[in-house]
């Protein structure tokens, strides 16, 4: 193919709205470029949840520092935004992204798990309520649980974006709109992303070593190109 046609090519297919399969081979070409860079940053989140949930066999009131997991999944995904914007990726970005970070992943991190919390609880209740209340509450519950994970897939690759609107608050409304803007298609990404970490957690050294770092970037390889499509349809208008 020659240079013109392929660059029409890429240039048609910035263009076309973002999919999951694009997103995933995308994903999977910045981990082969990126590995030696994504991996260890992966490690650090993996050596932190092995090191929380080892203390809470002991200690279980330690599960509550959970949260904290937010900032090294800031930091992925900080990686994971450069190389989607085709800038240069390193690991210091990874450290210096935790500590630039640390406010809004810890905010958004706690506010997720404390929602997740609240409507999990209420599933169960309602499951054990019975009746048409129960399961009014039970279906309203799991709805906000969908949208919930949806949102967090959305949010974390905006928050944690190089370029962008300023604020939190903003960022969190643009990942608000974009969750809503294709709400099939995200919660088709949702469900992948969700199975492929269980899977990994099942199999444990992927989620240590490479499954973040891999979902961190699939994630934001959609997201992001979704995002900057709305926001310069809002800017149209």
């Known amino acids: 193919m020659s240079p013109e046609l392929d660059g029409d090519a890429t240039t048609a297919e910035r263009r076309s709205p973002p999919n999951i399969g694009r997103a995933v081979r995308d994903a999977a070409s910045d981990f082969y470029f990126n590995s ?5 940053a992966n490690v650090v989140f993996g050596a932190l949840l092995a090191l929380l949930l080892l203390g809470a066999v002991r200690w279980p009131p330690l599960l509550l520092a959970v949260g904290i ?16 914007r085709g800038r240069a990726v390193s690991f ?3 450290i210096g992204s935790m500590r630039e970070l640390a406010g809004p992943a810890l905010g958004l991190g706690s506010i997720s798990a404390v929602l997740a919390v609240v409507f999990s609880v209420n599933l169960v209740t309602g499951g054990n309520l019975g009746g048409p209340l129960g399961w009014i509450l039970s279906v309203l519950s799991l709805y906000g649980l969908a949208v919930l994970a949806m949102g967090s897939v959305a949010a974390w690759p905006i928050v944690a974006d190089v370029e962008g609107p300023a604020g939190l608050r903003a960022r969190l409304r ?13 919660l088709a990404l949702t469900l992948l992303l969700a199975t492929f970490l269980a899977v990994s957690t099942a199999l444990v050294a992927p989620l240590l070593s490479v499954s973040v770092a891999f979902y961190s970037l699939v994630a934001t390889r959609y997201v992001l190109p979704l995002a900057d499509r709305v926001r310069q349809r809002e800017s149209a208008q």
């Open 69 to 84: 997991l937010a900032i090294p999944l800031a930091g992925l995904h900080r990686m994971a935004a450069l190389a989607c």
């Open 174 to 186: 643009l990942a608000l709109y974009v969750t809503l803007v294709r709400p099939g298609p995200m």
């Open 36 to 40: 030696w860079r994504v991996v260890p």
């Open 92 to 94: 210091g970005d990874f």
